[in-house]
């Protein structure tokens, strides 16, 4: 898990700003994912995507918005329209025929 | 689509003792689950997972047993140290090909006193 990276690590936006979050690995692994971590919940799936130029919503996908334009890279945009963003972001990804995930370290989004 | 449900929420052991953690699933086709440990502040770390074709799983001093016909899987944490402390989360995923979908529980917190 190493092999991926997000930056920021801390992220403060101000209500009705689009943000948008990196997240690239070097494993060169197929698929990637977006989390949301909120407190005493689990991780919920915003976004994922098998292959370049294609992602699938997640279950909680309302107001944030993906690219997939290289196999490295799969940043994550929290738009203005997303009722509450604040909340720690984790990237994953994992290899082609494989299960198991990998994480980021994460991004911490407080918008106030 | 899948749920997971997870107990306890916390979970206090001394050092020493074993601890247990269970989850049950509601897709009956789910046929991989993982668990992750989280330190604070920290990302999800896998440390074990099992395939639905498996009914349990041994790494040192950390195991997982999966019943299909009940739909739970549990983690085992035997001699517990204080490093063992952590919020636990397992999950479960339907998904094949390239990418697994996976859905968490809303994890455990244990602590390890001295």
């Known amino acids: 898990d190493g092999g991926i990276t997000q930056s920021p690590k801390y992220l403060f936006r101000k209500e009705g700003q689009n943000v948008t979050l990196s997240c690239e690995q070097n494993?060169?692994?197929?698929?990637m994912y977006w989390y949301r971590q909120d407190p005493g919940q689990g991780l919920r799936l915003i976004y994922y995507s098998q292959i370049v130029n294609d992602f699938q919503k997640g279950d909680i996908a309302e107001g944030y918005s993906v690219s997939r334009e290289k196999k490295e890279s799969f940043p994550l945009t929290v738009t203005s329209a997303q009722k509450n963003p604040t909340a720690f972001y984790l990237c994953a990804s994992s290899s082609q025929g494989r299960y198991e995930q990998y994480f980021g370290p994460g991004t911490r989004l407080t918008v106030t | 689509g899948e749920n997971v449900e997870q107990h306890p929420s916390t979970l206090s052991v001394q050092e020493g003792d074993s601890a247990v953690i269970k989850c049950t699933y509601s897709?009956?086709?789910?046929?991989?689950f993982p668990w992750y440990k989280q330190e604070l502040g920290k990302r999800p770390q896998l440390i074990i997972d099992i395939r639905s074709n498996v009914g349990e799983k041994k790494d040192q001093r950390i195991a997982v047993t999966l019943n299909k016909t009940a739909k739970h899987f549990s983690l085992h944490i035997t001699e517990t140290q204080p490093e063992d402390s952590a919020v636990y989360f397992c999950a479960a995923t339907t998904s094949a090909g390239t990418a697994s979908k996976l859905t968490f529980g809303t994890g455990t917190r244990l602590q390890v006193t001295l």
């Open positions: 494993l060169n692994h197929d698929a």
């Open positions: 897709d009956s086709a789910s046929n991989y």
